[in-house]
């Protein structure tokens, strides 16, 4: 006979015969329900469904849903900020267009401080390319399996010429992407504008949107959280991080990088990308130095320098300043920021942070632990 497992889901037990003045009350008396492999399979099964076409919907709506979460982001990291200016009586309508006004500044200034070397950089990137090749062909050639010779790189793809040729495509590709970026940019700005516009509503109607009282109170303390947390995080690391940005600054200088601006503002926005980021901006460093100085010690100074000052300031500074209340694993954010990356391209890789940071302090604030908790009116 085969073993069917007990459905059973409640069960009504006998009343006690009433005593006088006293009322009688039943409770309702609930049996585990217990389920076989089938059942398990089943539900494991749609809950990987589930999973697969949730994460093929964001891969596919990546141009629209990209620019919106990095719109909340940044309207939950301006959001103590809005919350500081609603209480000096700045209505919500104006401090939402103050803040958002300023962060587009902070962004326009950051793009003009860019344009000017980074054109520099593109005229003088055919002499930087040839004076490259001369520097490495000695080593190239003693790699005899190699077969590379000055002629090489005279003629055919890798050539001067084969490289202007193709300016043309690369050109098109760019101007191809030019319009999808201003369209994400225009969808980003007005996301920002209206959800920090709105962000009370909308905390008011996620809190409602729960009809137990207990349930109400944890999403209060979530979202208080969660905002604590991308805001203090976010303003200790953009000033630490604007430091570093100095530090390599003087570093190109005294190294003898041409352009030192423009690698101190490089290292401030990849510090923001853990990992990824200082190893780009290290390499880069390295083959920057190794061009502009004959011998090789001299090249890797920079380099060098950048590692010692990030690695003093990533196990030293920030830790101390922001203590353990943040620390996070650093293999789960090493496995969001490649799988973001892989979503959602280079602004997916910088929103691997924060949303590593979001799911951490759901997690660390739905545990069971005596918090106080906040006063709920009503």
């Known amino acids: 006979m085969a073993y069917e497992p007990e459905r059973t889901a409640q069960v009504q037990p006998l009343a006690e015969p009433a005593r006088s003045g006293e009322r009688q009350e039943t409770k309702p008396v609930y049996v585990r329900i217990e389920r076989d492999n089938l059942d398990l399979a089943r539900i494991w099964s749609v809950i990987g469904l589930f999973t697969i076409a949730v994460l093929t919907v964001v891969y596919t709506m990546s141009a629209v849903l990209m620019p919106i979460t990095l719109a909340v982001i940044v309207g939950l990291i301006l959001g103590l900020a809005a919350d500081k ?27 003009n401080a860019l344009a000017e070397p980074v054109a520099a950089l593109a005229q003088s990137a055919p002499d930087m390319v040839q004076g490259a090749v001369e520097r490495i062909m000695p080593y190239l050639q003693r790699i005899e399996w190699l077969r590379i010779t000055p002629a090489s790189f005279s003629s055919g793809p890798v050539s001067m010429e084969g490289l202007l040729a193709n300016t043309g495509s690369v050109l098109q590709l760019l101007a191809a992407g030019l319009t999808p970026a201003l369209v994400q940019a225009l969808i980003f700005f007005a996301a920002l504008l209206l959800f920090l516009m709105g962000r009370i509503h909308l905390r008011k109607a996620l809190i409602m949107a729960f009809r137990d009282r207990e349930k109400r109170l944890t999403a209060i303390r979530i979202l208080n959280a969660i ?47 853990p990992y990824l980021g200082f190893a780009l901006m290290t390499l880069s460093l390295g083959a920057a130095g190794i061009l502009s100085h004959e011998t090789l010690i001299l090249g890797v100074l920079p380099a060098l320098a950048f590692f010692l000052v990030h690695l003093v300031t990533e196990n030293l500074v920030i ?50 632990d005596d918090r106080p908790t906040p006063h709920l009116p009503g």
């Open 227 to 273: 905002e604590q947390a991308l805001g203090f995080y976010f303003a200790t690391a953009a000033l630490v991080y604007a430091s570093i940005g100095g530090v390599v600054t003087v570093i190109a200088y005294f190294g003898g990088l041409s352009m030192p601006v423009l690698w101190g503002v490089f290292a401030f926005i990849s510090s923001f990308v």
């Open 319 to 368: 830790p101390g300043v922001m203590g353990k209340r943040l620390e996070m694993n650093p293999f789960i954010i090493f496995v969001a920021i490649i799988f973001w990356s892989w979503m959602w391209g280079a602004v997916g890789a910088m929103l691997a942070l924060p949303l590593s940071l979001i799911v951490m302090t759901i997690i660390n604030e739905t545990l069971p």
């Open 85 to 111: 200016l609603h209480k000096i009586g700045v209505p919500p309508l104006l401090s939402a267009i103050f803040l958002s006004t300023l962060f587009g500044l902070g962004v326009f200034l950051i793009v």
